[in-house]
């Protein structure tokens, strides 16, 4: 990678993660040089996290709601961050790059430094109904335990956009996780 001025520390909370369905796409850029993996990281204030359509991954910029999100931090290039924004659709507003205060987990008393860096937020556009959706209820993490219900974008219905389908899902009853 280049000068650490040419990097953008990446939060990741989601199928980003080691582990996780597009990881796939941290992989290339680390085998490239476009990524290096950082840490295990959180976030210092509380945010919501909760599961869209699909079971996908939303972290919601509605600081002081939902709890502390545990993830990973990676040191990112323009163009691995290029390709990371093509993922998360930030040109199609499924969601949006924004500041986020993370710190590493704290060891046997050491002093907790925390870290002004980017995550990859619910677009603002509908962020606020997906939390009433999901009762203000979130998770801490996204876990394999939620990955299991994940459907790939290839595997999902063609015909309709993602934000359709994320606008079906909120206008939907909590008991019903995927439109039809």
């Not at 939902?66 to 093509?86: H, K, N, P, Q, T």
Request: hydrophobic share 35%.
């Amino acid at each position: 990678m280049g000068a650490e001025e040419d990097r953008t520390l990446i939060f990741t909370y989601g199928t980003l993660k080691r582990g996780f369905s597009n990881h796939g796409l941290i992989q290339e850029a680390i085998r490239t040089g476009d990524a290096v993996f950082i840490g295990v990281y959180h976030t210092v204030d509380k945010y919501p996290l909760v599961c869209g359509p699909y079971n996908v991954p939303f972290l919601l910029n509605l600081p002081g709601s939902g709890d502390r999100i545990r993830g990973e931090l990676y040191a990112v290039s323009a163009y691995g961050l290029a390709r990371m924004d093509e993922l998360e659709g930030i040109s199609t507003g499924h969601y949006e790059r924004l500041p986020i205060v993370v710190g590493a987990p704290e060891d046997e008393g050491r002093k907790q430094d925390t870290v002004r860096v980017e995550a990859y937020y619910a677009h603002r556009s509908y962020a606020e109904e997906l939390w009433k959706r999901s009762g203000e209820k979130g998770i801490c993490a996204y876990t394999e335990n939620e990955a299991r219900g994940y459907v790939r974008r290839k595997d999902r219905p063609q015909e309709i956009t993602f934000l359709e389908q994320i606008r079906m899902f909120v206008a939907s009853s909590p008991d019903i996780t995927t439109p039809s």
